[in-house]
């Protein structure tokens, strides 16, 4: 990473804080008291000592001292306590706004790009890499104002004591930063490294995770294995670079730390001892001065090796930023994002010359010209590849289009998404169902969707006779645990029910179902979009002889359209389909019959 591109990432993980700027100052005026309370401390020690040793005080007489002393440990603790806490909210506030950025984009660009990429891809951009920046925010951002604040009031309160240990400590102070930034300046390259193959790691573990089943099945064990191993040694060796110069960086902070602090040490010691009389202004150094200067010795530095610490933090944020900064920078293919609301007429889709393009640009579909009639059953039939699904996202307003599709006679660019998509019940083909309980599922958390509601869509779906059985407080794991997938499908048809669209979309619904499944889920559907405007993809022929209009779609054109009894009577696409599947079904039933 080159550093102009260091300097602009840096810039903007900065103009961030500014969303939790009073956290920022809360945290850095907590430092600098403590300051105050850690020079009491000192001078309440030196004193301390200097009253028993040099002027034989009785110890009684310093029992103010000694309450002082508890007070300023006391307050040091306090502003600690008070930092951390309020370093947390900082870091905390910015990385739930940096969070959010990132799903506002996931959510512009769309299921379609999203799909693009795996999903261990986007949980490490998600979770980890924001989480990698609340050091930055918390600890790093506030010890770059205090490693100079804290240094310049020791300085203020040295000098005027011994100007020769002042000196010291002003020559030795700029060694710490020179040499951190020298060891620094490849940590955010290491660390950017390290993200890309956590991603990468991330990405591969968790589709190999959802596929274990089909792994097993076609004996990809080994294969898989070396992949993730490989993987895994990727990301082994750059974080050992990572922690390689992160261990270096401390050495080198420590080493010229401890010479500063040991040269003041060796001043003062050979000042005690007669051999050095300078630096403090014709009377003398006192055993009260040579303690309290000592004491804030390693004090002084301290502040300089924290920010030389929490350095890494920021070569971290640096590395995480990247990735995070390219993916909202994405410039997003001209989507549908309109104003108009949708009118409550009946649903009418018509399309002219439409061409669907991919979000990099590439040609999908088209161009192609159909209409959907208002209260008409429409069935997208084709090969697989023939552009169906890209057709389907355009229609949902996921895809970019040149040419006019329109909605109830408004461009769908022009359209108000929000309301369009509300207007639309989707049962697809494998229904995502939510980590909650089935009540959760059915209503998608809405708390407005009366209960009679509910249970009319569980009755008309068929799904009561299995949420009787075990209630709508039910738990569903991940990807559907807990129910069969005729189950989970008909609760899908229950949510589509109780969306009530205008416009219902299916998406081989039946796919994958038994028959008894199959009939129950085809019977709800027929009941609920009787009257309404239904586009349904489906590879099932012999099911649309009651659709009113069939499109049939190869290599993105639509090659056909009419109602089936056309289509199967001419030669085309159509009818060749239909001829293959009875074939494969009257060859299936010779087969069990023998």
């Known amino acids: 990473m080159d550093k102009k591109k260091q300097r602009s990432l840096n810039k903007w993980l900065k103009e961030q804080s500014k969303l939790a700027k009073r956290w920022l100052m809360i945290a850095i005026g907590l430092g600098v008291l403590s300051s105050l309370f ?55 506030q910015v990385r739930i706004y940096i969070r959010q950025l990132i799903l506002d984009k996931l959510r512009e660009l769309g299921p379609t790009y999203i799909k693009g990429k795996p999903a261990g891809t986007w949980a490490t951009l998600v979770l980890e890499q924001v ?32 100007w020769a240990a002042g000196l010291i400590f002003l020559v030795t102070a700029p060694l710490v930063p020179i040499f951190m930034a020298l060891v620094g300046m490849k940590a955010a390259d290491a660390n950017r490294k390290n993200f890309k193959a956590l991603q990468r790691l991330s990405g591969h573990f968790y589709d190999r995770l ?119 920078d994405l410039e997003v293919a ?76 408004v461009e769908l660019k022009s359209l108000d998404q929000h309301s369009w998509r509300q207007a639309i019940s989707w049962v697809g083909q494998n229904p995502l169902l939510l980590h909650g309980t089935i009540l959760d599922n059915v209503t998608l958390g809405n708390p407005d969707v009366s209960e009679a509601r509910v249970n009319d869509a569980l009755l008309a779906s068929f799904s009561a006779e299995f949420v009787e059985k075990h209630g709508l407080n039910y738990q569903i794991t991940d990807r559907s645990g807990g129910l069969s997938v005729g189950q989970a499908q008909r609760l899908a048809l ?3 029910m109780v969306q009530n669209g205008q416009f219902w979309l299916l998406d081989e619904p039946t796919a994958s179902l038994d028959a008894k499944s199959e009939r129950l889920v085809t019977q709800g559907l027929h009941t609920s979009t009787a009257g309404k405007t239904t586009l349904m993809v489906t590879h099932q022929l012999s099911q649309l002889k009651e659709v009113d209009n069939i499109l049939v779609m190869n290599k993105g054109q639509i090659e056909q359209h009419g109602d089936y009894t056309l289509l199967a009577s001419n030669d085309g696409l159509f009818r060749t389909m239909l001829s293959a599947q009875q074939s494969a079904k009257a060859q299936d039933k010779g087969n069990l019959d023998a």
């Not at 506030?142 to 300085?155: E, G, N």
């Not at 009418?348 to 209409?371: C, R």
Request: proline share 4%; charged share 15%.
């Open 131 to 162: 989480e990698e920046m609340q050091e930055f925010f918390s600890k790093y951002l506030p010890q770059m104002s205090l490693a100079v604040a804290v240094p310049i009031i020791i300085l203020v309160v040295v000098f005027p004591i011994n």
């Open 210 to 328: 959802q596929s274990m089943t089909t792994i097993r099945l076609f004996n990809r064990t080994n294969a898989e294995t070396e992949v993730l191993h490989g993987a895994s040694e990727v990301f082994r060796k750059r974080t050992m670079d990572v922690l390689r110069l992160a261990f270096l960086s401390s050495a080198v902070l420590e080493f010229f730390t401890s010479i500063s602090i040991a040269v003041t040490a060796v001043y003062f010691g050979f000042s005690y001892i007669g051999e050095l009389n300078f630096g403090h202004y014709g009377v003398g150094v006192t055993l009260f001065a040579g303690l309290f200067i000592l004491i804030l010795a390693p004090e002084f530095y301290q502040p300089l090796r924290d920010l030389g610490t929490f350095y890494h933090a920021k070569a971290q944020a640096v590395g995480a930023a990247e990735s995070i900064v390219e993916f909202l």
């Open 334 to 409: 001209d989507l549908p994002n309109g104003q108009k609301p949708l009118s409550k007429d009946a649903i009418t889709i018509s399309a002219d010359n439409l061409e669907v393009y991919s979000p990099d640009g590439t040609k999908l579909v088209g161009p192609v010209s159909f209409n959907l009639d208002a209260n008409k059953s429409t069935a997208l039939v084709g090969p697989s590849g023939a552009g169906k699904t890209s057709l389907i996202n355009a229609i949902l307003g996921f895809m970019p289009y040149e040419g006019s599709l329109k909605i109830n006679g």
């Open 38 to 92: 850690l020079l009491a401390q000192a001078a309440l020690i030196a004193t301390i000592l200097h009253q028993l040793i040099i002027e034989h005080v009785d110890k009684h007489e310093l029992i103010s001292h000694f309450a002082g002393l508890v007070v300023a440990v006391a307050g040091r603790a306090a502003c600690a306590w008070g930092r951390e806490i309020a370093g947390f909210k900082c870091g905390e």
């Open 494 to 496: 229950a949510r589509a």
